[in-house]
């Protein structure tokens, strides 16, 4: 059972960014997932989650320019970053609270990180 975060790159500031993340294996059910992100030297920040009914969850300073979005049947959590700010520059990682097939339950389980650099 794993995470794997995609989209990341180098954007303009102004300009958006579309990320993504799959949850893959033997995976029963997926309870809350969402985007953190992580400034080096700084400590990891919430971003946005995502219940699996579809409540959500942002932080103040990225109401209204980013939405975080889940599609349950194919296991992904997306992120599309609008408005895009210098200060947006970070590691954005995903997060889920999954059961597996097994039976395990997996609290906090994190993707590798997809940096965005939002730099003219």
């Known amino acids: 059972v794993q995470l794997q975060a995609s989209g990341g790159g180098l954007v303009q500031p102004g300009g958006s960014l579309r990320l993504s993340c799959a949850a893959s294996g033997s995976i029963l059910s997926i309870d809350l997932m969402g985007w953190y992100r992580q400034v080096p030297g700084k400590q990891r920040e919430l971003v946005a989650t995502?219940?699996?009914?579809?409540?959500?969850n942002y932080a103040d300073s990225m109401k209204g320019r980013f939405t975080i979005s889940r599609d349950n049947a194919k296991n992904t959590v997306n992120l599309q970053m609008n408005s895009l700010k210098p200060e947006d520059t970070a590691v954005y990682y995903c997060k889920a609270d999954l059961r597996a097939t097994s039976g395990r339950y997996y609290s906090n389980l994190w993707g590798q990180g997809t940096l965005v650099t939002v730099s003219s």
């Open positions: 995502v219940t699996s009914s579809g409540s959500t």
